[in-house]
């Protein structure tokens, strides 16, 4: 069983265009345990599936939480989402997947969160506090109104372990990203997730960083590679390595739908290269890796077929 069918048991309106909502098991049971920086993908009513943050402890195996931020220039799924799903609905969901883990044996954690950015790090935040662990967390928002979850972060707020940011609209006027990420201390692992222009500023403040002590998460393409992926790169070859069989991905076509087309079946979700759900082993070839999630190891061996493509050559699949 890959997915679970789950019961919105509340909504809460929590900032300015953000809702949180709450899915329990309808039994009342255990969920699946969901290490902080999991998501899941809910599937929507018209089949559309978004992938969505778990936000709340994660020693709170009763609940998953997730906050929407309705975006309506978006791709629709958080509009969908708002609009049609409503307290005692049942919602398929995928079981919680992670690729934003915390290290474990880290001596202190720096987490910044950028607006709807916010709940991985909180689920984060969360499990750090109550294990003692040396941390703080960053939030950063437009307004103390566009900030989710403010009450539920008053008790951390309190102790010092929170500090928010609002620059009113205004990235210059908020949280000094490459002043404060300016030196490493060779014992601080930062962990950082939220819209584009702040990923961005997170990723040129920490590019002298130890590549292990920097930890990020996607919830959105970056604009300007949005157009390049929508770009048709070249035609490519792929092979399967169990058959033998070659295909050809066209331009304009994923490896994945080429795949699929073929009846070798390859799962997916995100399709911008941004959950990990179509990750394929490769055994030879380049790569034009296009994803967001892989790190430099990974993507020796591994490949999203999503977004990336062969790179020229015969890339070779473990499939
Ligand atoms: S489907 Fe999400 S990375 Fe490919």
New binding site residues.
Partial sequence: MDTLLLLVRQIRFEAVGINSYELVDPNGGELPPAPPGSHIDIHLKDGTIR?YSLSNDPADRRRYVIAVLKEEAGRGGSKLLHDSLHVQHRVTVSLPRNNFALVADAKRHMLIGGGIGITPLKAMAHQLDAAGADYHLHYCAKTADHAAFREEFAHLTAKGQVSFHFDGGNPADGLDIAGLLREHDGVTHVYYCGPPGFMAACASATEHWPKGMVHSEHFKAPVADAAKSATPAGTGIVEIASTGQRLEIPPGQSI?DVLNDAGIAV?????????????VRYLSGEVDHQ?Y?LDDEERGTQL????SRPAGGVLVLDL
């Fill in positions: 992938q994945v799962p997916t979700s995100c399709v911008s290269g941004l959950c990990g759900t179509c990750t994803d999630i999203t077929t999503c977004v």
